[in-house]
């Protein structure tokens, strides 16, 4: 008996051993709430025996086992709590220019920094390379040089620019812009608005991040292929959705959907505000515009209209609020600049969570099946919210909509507890999967790594665009009915003149 399972140990140690990849993570855009997204999948790939090394803006505090920093920290200001909470097309402009502009610059301190450099220098050997797949494909070519096969993760939908390259196809008509409000079934108002955003973003992308990031790796790479080329090339993207909230998309066999992995299991909450919620005798509303997003900065009249609309219930409030005080000084109310937002989902009595549906706050609600008011502001917190009201997850207020009287109604039909049951039924389904969100994305990353002399992308993704939209076709057949018709058309003026003239000879014969 001892003799097997020192073989069994021995054998699963050996196996260990052979599947023990060594991965390279590439993420330079500095916004937290996206890192906050990863880190648990990267050390669960430590966990599980990879090497991992982890060019971040957000270093480990504590060493991790088989986990390797190399910190991007100090050199770019992190993104946290710096928008304000307000919508317009203006801001929408703006995202693009930001996003471009952060891209580009995050190429270059990227590319500047000397560990980085390092790794180039040292011909280091990588079996895969994480690449964050958001307003940057820099790494890719820092993969490239690297020689080693790329991964791509999202921490949310498709951004405009991803769908060729992945050649998932892009239909205004039902698939919603990771920008803008609208879900799967527009109202033409929105189909032109998202014709116009969709081209707005990818001409933006490819004329001035994509070029800029190619001009920065040039600098100090000759050769590295076009950039769009190495994006039609990563071998798997993990993209952050699953269909029961994002609703049925149409992906090729390398986009994975992995939904979910970054939900922690629920800790012990803060004595003080364990009491606060265990004391609740109606339950409670979360409110948290998260880590983005300040709270203290929205127009005095909406948040007027916020603690109006709550304070009319019996429910007891737990509000993530910057300053130390709220206007009126409403009891029933805790605040804090900083709470366990998964923690407090996770307690029975929290009824409602009121958010800007970011991709981490609507994950966890469906998580853990606690109905949301989503409230978007920026980014892709529209399209979130229209899957959440879609998916039956909550319901949606427009920012520039609020006013106590909407929200009393929104809040009412959350609080429904027949709303409730029916989100605890979906929270299910989320959860009834073949495999864990963790297991699934480990799983297709060591995949990808095992199956990187294949590729599995859609001929979609590289077949030139007049062949994919068969404009050629069009062309080709166009030119026969033309050609069919113009001889017809000829046909009949020699068959009439012939007749006019014969009537012609007949009358001057008379
Ligand atoms: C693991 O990664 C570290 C840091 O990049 C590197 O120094 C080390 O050689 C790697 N180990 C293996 C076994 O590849
Ligand atoms: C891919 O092919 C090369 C060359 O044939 C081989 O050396 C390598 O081991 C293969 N990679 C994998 C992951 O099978």
């Not at 409730?420 to 994305?441: F, G, T, Y």
Request: with cysteine; hydrophobic share 40%; charged share 20%.
């Amino acid at each position: 008996m001892k003799f097997i399972h020192i073989l069994v140990l021995f054998i699963s140690v050996l196996f260990n051993q052979v599947l023990s990849l060594n991965i390279l993570g590439v993420f330079p855009y500095q916004g937290k709430s996206h890192f906050l997204l990863f880190a648990p999948y990267l050390k669960e790939l430590a966990n599980r025996g990879h090497n991992l090394t982890v060019i971040s803006h957000f270093p480990q505090e504590k060493p991790i086992q088989n986990y390797h920093d190399i910190s991007l920290a100090g050199k770019t200001k992190i993104f946290e709590d710096v928008f304000p909470v307000y919508r317009s097309y203006w801001t929408i402009f703006q995202i693009g220019f930001f996003l471009m502009n952060t891209g580009s610059d995050n190429c270059v301190t990227l590319l500047e920094d000397e560990n980085v450099q390092n790794l180039w220098k040292s011909k280091a050997k990588f079996d895969l390379v994480l690449v964050e797949q958001f307003n940057t494909d820099c790494a890719l070519g820092l993969a490239h040089v690297l020689g080693a096969p790329v991964v791509g993760l999202t921490s949310h939908v498709l951004c405009p620019w991803h769908y060729e390259v992945y050649g998932v196809q892009y239909n205004p008509a039902y698939v919603a812009n990771v920008f803008l409000e609208g879900g799967t079934k527009p109202t033409l108002f929105q189909r032109i608005e998202r014709t116009i955003f969709h081209n707005y973003f990818i001409y933006l992308y490819k004329f001035t991040c994509r070029r800029n990031n190619e001009n920065a790796l040039a600098q100090y790479f000759d050769n590295v292929p076009p950039l769009e080329e190495l994006a039609r090339n990563i071998k798997f993207l993990l993209l952050y959705t699953n269909f029961p909230l994002s609703g049925p998309g149409l992906f090729p066999p390398n986009v994975r959907e992995v939904g979910g992995y970054h939900v922690a299991k629920p800790k012990e909450l803060p004595k003080e505000l364990k009491k606060f919620i265990d004391e609740s005798e109606h339950g409670v509303i979360y409110i948290s515009f998260g880590s983005m997003l300040r709270a203290t900065s929205m127009p005095q009249d909406k948040l007027e209209a916020i603690m109006e609309a709550v304070s009319q219930l019996p429910q007891r409030i737990v509000f993530k609020w910057e300053e130390k005080i709220l206007p009126g000084n409403p009891k029933n109310i805790y605040i804090s600049n900083w709470l366990p937002q998964n923690d407090i989902l996770a307690h029975p009595n929290v009824l409602v969570f009121y958010s800007h549906c970011g991709m981490l706050g609507t994950t966890e609600a469906i998580h853990h099946g606690v109905p949301l008011l989503g409230m978007p502001i920026f980014g892709d917190q529209p399209s979130n919210a229209a899957s959440v009201e879609e998916s039956g997850l909550g319901v949606q207020i427009q920012f520039k909509e609020l006013t106590a009287k909407l929200l009393s109604e929104k809040l009412k039909i959350v609080l429904n507890p027949e709303f409730r049951r029916k989100v605890k039924e979906l929270s299910r389904i989320w959860h009834d999967r073949p495999q864990s969100a963790m297991d699934s994305a480990i799983y297709w990353t060591e995949f990808a790594a095992r199956t990187s002399n294949y590729s599995f992308a859609t001929p979609a993704s590289s077949i030139p665009l007049y062949q994919y939209r068969s404009w050629d076709v069009i062309a080709v057949l166009g030119s026969i009915l033309f050609a069919i018709l113009y001889s017809v058309k000829q046909t009949i003026s020699l068959l009439t003149k012939s007749k006019t003239q014969q009537n012609k000879r007949k009358l001057k014969k008379k």
